[in-house]
């Protein structure tokens, strides 16, 4: 069965980039997969902020981004700040109606 | 506004069955798709299932099927999650999620519902 891999941790600098990636334990990301980035705070619902690869959900600040690095889908934050400190989800379409997310990157800011 | 809104908490013992509801509201529940996430205790999102809100139809990963059933309820605009032959590990903060009728108009869960807790305990 094919795995979704993310980094489990990271950290960033305030005001520093940061890049996240989302894998397959066999084969490469491609836009084929939609891949989507979601944001979740302990206690909380996630929240949606990228999908289709680059595309951001509505009032998601324009300091995430996404795209495609190499093999893998990435997430990246440009001028992190304090409460982007969250756990980071990538989840990937395999077809035939199955999705499957990854572990998760647990990323602190400081 | 647009809204998925979950039922409460629940406790079951170990062999027992649960059912979850999502009520949909802000949207024309038919026209959209209804995907269940969940998410154990310290640990990441895991994927379920999902169920179209036009025909009822369903998929499911792998290791639910045969445990797991999503369905609807248009006239009412809700969505149930029942799993089956709960054991512990079960125990879980559980989410629906809107999705699009089909993945190639929307294959993202944009919408999310608050999440039940389960715990699943003798």
């Known amino acids: 069965q094919t795995v979704v891999t993310q980094e489990p941790s990271f950290s960033v600098s305030p005001g520093g980039t940061v890049t996240l990636t989302c894998g397959l334990s066999?084969?490469?990301?491609?836009?084929?997969?939609?891949p989507s980035w979601y944001q979740q705070t302990p206690g909380q619902a996630p929240r949606t902020l990228i999908y289709?690869?680059?595309t951001r959900s509505s009032g998601v600040p324009d300091r995430f981004s996404g795209s495609i690095l190499g093999n893998k889908a990435a997430l990246t934050i440009t001028g992190a700040q304090a409460d982007d400190e969250s756990n980071y989800y990538c989840?990937?379409?395999?077809?035939?109606?199955?999705?499957?997310f990854g572990g998760g990157t647990k990323l602190t800011v400081l | 506004q647009v809204q998925l809104v979950q039922s409460g908490v629940e406790v079951k013992k170990p062999g027992a069955s649960v059912k979850v509801s999502c009520k949909a509201s802000?949207?024309?529940?038919?026209?959209?798709?209804v995907s269940w996430m969940r998410q154990a205790p310290g640990q990441g999102l895991e994927w379920m299932g999902w169920?179209?809100?036009?025909?009822?139809?369903?998929n499911y990963a792998q290791k639910f099927q045969g445990r797991v059933t999503v369905t609807t309820d248009s006239s009412t605009s809700t969505a149930y999650m029942e799993l089956r032959s709960l054991r512990s590990d079960d125990s879980a903060v559980y989410y629906c999620?809107?999705?699009?009728?089909?993945?190639?108009?929307?294959?993202?869960?944009?919408?999310w519902g608050q999440g039940t807790m389960v715990t699943v305990s003798s």
């Open positions: 999620a809107r999705l699009g009728i089909a993945v190639t108009i929307q294959a993202h869960f944009d919408i």
């Open positions: 169920v179209r809100g036009h025909n009822a139809d369903t």
């Open positions: 066999s084969g490469s990301v491609s836009t084929r997969y939609y």
């Open positions: 802000g949207y024309t529940f038919t026209s959209y798709s």
């Open positions: 989840v990937l379409y395999m077809g035939s109606g199955i999705w499957v």
């Open positions: 289709s690869t680059n």
